[in-house]
């Protein structure tokens, strides 16, 4: 018996040698119901995202994900809400390239983007696609571009709006290849794209959900993708570095993201989870059919991805002198 008890208390005290080498945060949480602030309205393509990830991550933390919608000042003010919440991994955030161009679009922020806000990781990617009206005599990105410089500022451009990632995508495109395309704005991709339907513009860079149904019908005419790597939706279609814009890259990014100072072991739990979740085939398929491509990336990588994004529109924001609408 007593060797018994000798051997139970050795089990024992290995037991507890091993629990104290896990973080008190990785034992503990999650504690309660999650909140997933949306910083946008119901039904646009982040709030989309956000629902979907919240279900799923409910599911693989075995606590409710409450998606809160916040929309207001382009999406800072639901961002503001994450970076000043308890940083203890309740308080999660969905959130798009609009962040980091957020940084500079607005003159003063009520938060640090890079400082404020934790990193779990990205989530997916939209492509974009450079379209045009059917009838406009180029075939291929370096017709277009020998358009524009034959007939400057004779081309024009829609966009949801300045400041959107429509309008500065396609300022990219031009600061890059010096061309002159004049812009028209409108209130949102939707009747951006009817125009050009219609003959009003001549190209867009539109998300690839959006650009889709007119794809389809043959409205208007698709010339290459925006992403640094073909789109597994348009395999045949180049991308613009393949087509003749060395080093051009754009997507719409989702990513996921707590409160700043939020516990590092709190984090990987969170970005384990995200590993499964977006390796899974059901959604997948899911995000497939919102045009999305799953892009499942670590905390600390994302970190550095978001830096150089802040860094890159910032650039573009102001050649542009681009403000909030």
Request: net charge positive.
């Amino acid at each position: 018996m007593h060797l018994i008890s000798r051997k139970l208390a050795l089990i024992a005290g290995v037991i507890a040698m091993s629990c104290a080498f896990v973080p008190v945060g990785a034992q503990t949480f999650p504690t309660r119901s999650l909140r997933m602030i949306v910083p946008f309205a119901p039904g646009g393509g982040i709030d989309i995202v956000g629902r979907i990830v919240a279900q799923r991550l409910s599911d693989a933390l075995g606590q409710p994900v409450v998606v809160d919608n916040r929309s207001a000042a382009g999406g800072t003010f639901g961002t503001n809400l994450t970076a000043k919440a308890a940083p203890d991994g309740h308080t999660l955030l969905t959130n798009s390239i609009s962040m980091a161009v957020n940084a500079t679009l607005y003159a003063k922020l009520p938060y640090d983007t890079l400082k404020d806000l934790a990193p779990v990781g990205s989530i997916g990617r939209q492509p974009s696609i450079v379209v045009v009206h059917p009838a406009l005599a180029a075939k291929s990105i370096g017709e277009l571009l020998a358009l524009a410089r034959a007939k400057p500022g004779q081309l024009n451009y829609g966009s949801g709006g300045m400041g959107s990632v429509t309008f500065l995508s396609t300022e990219l495109l031009k600061l890059m290849t010096q061309v002159d395309i004049k812009h028209v704005p409108y209130k949102g991709l939707g009747p951006a794209l009817i125009d050009l339907m219609g003959g009003q513009t001549q190209v867009i860079v539109s998300t690839m959900a959006t650009a889709l149904p007119a794809l389809k019908s043959g409205r208007i005419r698709a010339l290459a993708v925006t992403t640094a790597k073909r789109s597994t939706f348009f395999p045949d279609l180049p991308t613009l570095d393949e087509a003749g814009v060395p080093g051009y890259e754009f997507s719409t990014w989702y990513a996921l993201l707590a409160t700043g100072g939020t516990p590092k072991s709190v984090i990987a739990r969170l970005s384990r989870e995200m590993a499964g979740i977006l390796n899974s085939d059901a959604l997948k398929e899911q995000f497939s059919a919102q045009g999305i491509e799953t892009a499942y990336s670590s905390p600390d990588a994302f970190a550095a991805y978001l830096k150089s994004e802040v860094a890159k529109w910032g650039k573009v924001v102001k050649a542009t002198g681009a403000t909030p609408e």
